[in-house]
Every structure is written in structure tokens, then in C-alpha cells.
């Protein structure tokens, strides 16, 4: 292979695999230190010179002249040096810089840099994995399916040129994912493992319903409604609690949008997941009331401020509508406002089919826990 062969190699490498030719020669420059050092025994000392604009590349190996060659791996005499460079007049102690034929370096010692280039290789795509996922954290991205495993459910994902994988916990309740289908995912998290960089992508994570806003909404897009926290339980509910900043604009109008357009594009990305829109409050009181809806909520009492804990009164035809289906309502209530709820009826009367239900403080997760990924 010429030099210019070895070029444009890595120049069709580059626009390939986006691997930049400098880095490129760097793992070249790193094989044959290594090819040196097998075939010269520990000797790496070399000079390498690369001109990609002009296709040439040079190897020399430096030697130190010497008035009797001991090792003649690192040494050379007067005359050997001054017949290798006639320019020149050496003396001892001077080092010189002896051009390199890689092809008469050995077979191990080739297959050695060999070894090298093809772990700089790995290292590069590895690295570029890695700054393509960084790049994507806490965005949504469209990606599309390259395969599901019949045995999971898990779905192989390409993302731009990188792959990953879609566990069945984290897609949208009963979707059924086919090969081939455009799908938004949410990179959550990073991990780079030996095997290369995992991107932990989902559909069931709170930043998914916040991009698809800021996607759909172009209030909250240009920062006029703020989204000030999210609760999900994927494939089933999503509370959304969102402000102005802006006393004309009215925060829940402008995501729900003219006859509903902009929320129910978001519904049927996601499934048919329902989502409740309300209003943020300062005031835990209007805040946790809200938080509660569908329910008709007849009071709040702050129990506890440093807790975080408080007893919402609802009429008792309204207790079950507060506590939701298995308690999904009132837990997510709980998480969206970061609020220990008591639920209680008006009458302090529980029915047969309706016990009393106090959110553990375990239950609740902060509103920042629901949506940060950035």
C-alpha cells in the first residue's frame, strides 16, 4: 500500500466511521512504537511525521552513536551514522534518526501494530459512541426499531449510527413495537461499560412527556409556560403541573391547545396515556387541590410544613375519584406536589369498599426527581 492509498483509506475511514484521520495517525504512530519496541529490542524511540495534504509519512528510529556498538538495537558508531546521513558530521554521544521500512520489522512485530491500530480502532468508534449519546442526554430523539426480542419484548433501537436497547419495562404499557417503526425515546443516562458506551433510553421516563410539551407547545418552547413538575405511571397517567409567566396567557389552555390538537398529539404518541394539566401554586393548599382533580377537593389542612405533610377533606361521593383506581390518583398527586396526602371524606365515614388511604412519605417523590434529566 502507497502513502496515498493508506490516505484515502483513512480519509473513507473518516467519513465512514467519523473517526478524524489525526486520531487515526496517532494509533498508527502508537503501532509502530510498539512494532519497534518487539523488533528492536525495547527500543521506541522514534520520530513520526505525517502530512495528510501532501500524503506522506515517515518513521525513523533514533539511535545514539557510540565509539563501540554494544547494543546495536540503540547504538551506532561514528561511521555508521555518517554513512547512513553523509550531510552530516557526528560525534559520540550525538543521536541519529535512522529511516524505518515497516515492512522489514518482523511478522510478530507487525502483527503487534497490527493489534494496535485495530484496538485504536475500537477505542475511536467507543469514543465517538460516547460524545454521539452525550451529545443526546436528556433530549428526545426519534430512533427507529431494529428488532424485538421474542423472548423480552426488548427492542434493539438505532439511534443515528449507534444502537441501543428498549427494555420492556421502560416502553408505554401494551405498545407493540414492530422492526421497522419510528419511535421518540428519551435518553435517560449514559453508562460507558467495557464493551462500549449503553445509552439508558425510554419511553416510560417523565422527560419523555416534557419534550413531547416543549415539541408541541410553542408557549413553553420560548419559556411563557413553564412546566413545574411532572408525575407518570407509564401507559396509564401522567399529572402535569405547569405556570405562566405571563398574567395573558393561559398556561393550561396552551397545552391542551384549540379543541384539544396539541395534548391529544401527545396522548397518542404515548399510547393513550391520560394526562392531567393543572395549575402550579405557591400555596400547597391551591397546589395539593388541584393536584387531586378529578376530584372535588373541599379543604386542605397543613399538617406538618417541614414534613411536607397534610389532610385533604373530599366529599364522600368524591373519596374514590381522589384516591384513583388502586391509589394512582392520590399517589401521583403526591409525587407531583411532593406532598404526604391524608385523604379523608367530609364525614369521617369510610364505605365498605374504601379504606381510609395516607401516602407513606416513601411514596413521594420530589418534583425535581420526576423531570431533571438536562
Known sequence: MTNK?????????????????????????KAMQIACKNYYDGN?????????????????LVKTVVD?????????????????NKRKKYAV???????????????ISIAAARNAIRQGIRDGEKGQTLL??????GEMVTAQVERIDPQSGAALIKIGKSVAMLPKSE????????????????????KDKSRGPQAIISRSHPGLV????????????????????ISREAGSRTKMAVASINADVDAIGACIGPKGARVNGIVEELGGEKIDIIEYSEDPVSYVSAALSPATVNSVEILDEETKSCRATVPDGQLSLAIGNKGQNARLAARLTGWKIDIRPASGFYGEDEDEDILEQDDVIEPADEIEAE
Open 68 to 84: 563501540e556498538v554494544i547494543n546495536p538495537d540503540y547504538e551506532v558508531t561514528v561511521e555508521e551514522a555518517e554513512q547512513i
Open 171 to 190: 416502553q408505554v404499557g401494551r405498545e407493540n413495537l414492530a422492526a421497522g417503526d419510528y419511535i421518540k425515546v428519551y435518553i435517560a443516562d449514559i
Open 132 to 137: 454521539e449519546f452525550q451529545s443526546k442526554l
Open 210 to 229: 416534557k419534550r413531547l410539551f416543549e415539541q408541541e407547545v410553542p408557549e413553553i418552547y420560548d419559556g411563557t409556560v413553564e412546566i413545574k413538575s
Open 5 to 29: 492509498d493508506l490516505f484515502e483509506a483513512l480519509r473513507a475511514f473518516e467519513a465512514e466511521k467519523n473517526i478524524p484521520v489525526d486520531y487515526m495517525l496517532e494509533q498508527i504512530k
Open 44 to 60: 521506541d524511540n522514534i520520530v513520526f511525521s505525517a502530512n495528510p495534504d501532501k500524503n506522506m509519512i515517515d518513521v525513523k
Open 93 to 107: 554521544g550525538d543521536e541519529i534518526e535512522i529511516p524505518l521500512d515497516p515492512k522489514k520489522l518482523g511478522r
